[in-house]
């Protein structure tokens, strides 16, 4: 399986950006599908934004639509999270996934890989 190194987040307030990064060690990530899901303290692991080998066309859920872009850097083997207009319910661990299987993208058990996660904070 392919190893997944995040970086980035941190603490932001309200309305303010930050840039998560997921990199891929020891296989080519434009050969994945890859996703990024969050979770709340007490909250399950939810889907925000994902994207195609391709890369073409990204999935978001409604909550970051407009907010959240994906894209992928070929010369760094990773793929980028954009978060602007940042909410305290943004607030979570976020992970990125990746797998091989063309299942579909926004559910968890679709995944084979995953990051360590990475906490973002936003505060009010």
């Known amino acids: 399986q392919v190893q997944l190194i995040e970086s980035g987040g941190g603490l932001v307030q309200a309305g303010g950006s930050l840039t998560l990064t997921c990199t891929a060690s020891?296989?080519?990530?434009?050969?994945?599908?890859v996703g990024w899901f969050r979770q709340a303290p007490g909250q399950q692991r939810e889907f925000v934004i994902a994207?195609?080998?391709?890369?073409?066309?990204?999935y978001s859920s409604a909550s970051v639509k407009g907010r959240f872009t994906i894209s992928r850097d070929h010369v760094k083997n990773s793929v980028l999270l954009q978060m602007n207009n940042l909410k305290p319910e943004d607030t979570a661990v976020y992970y990125c996934?990746?797998?091989?299987?063309?299942?579909?993208?926004?559910?968890?058990?679709?995944?084979?890989?995953w990051g360590q996660g990475r906490q973002v904070t936003v505060s009010s």
């Open positions: 994207v195609n080998r391709g890369g073409d066309i990204p």
């Open positions: 996934a990746a797998t091989t299987r063309l299942a579909a993208i926004t559910r968890e058990d679709s995944y084979d890989s």
């Open positions: 020891g296989y080519t990530l434009t050969d994945y599908r």
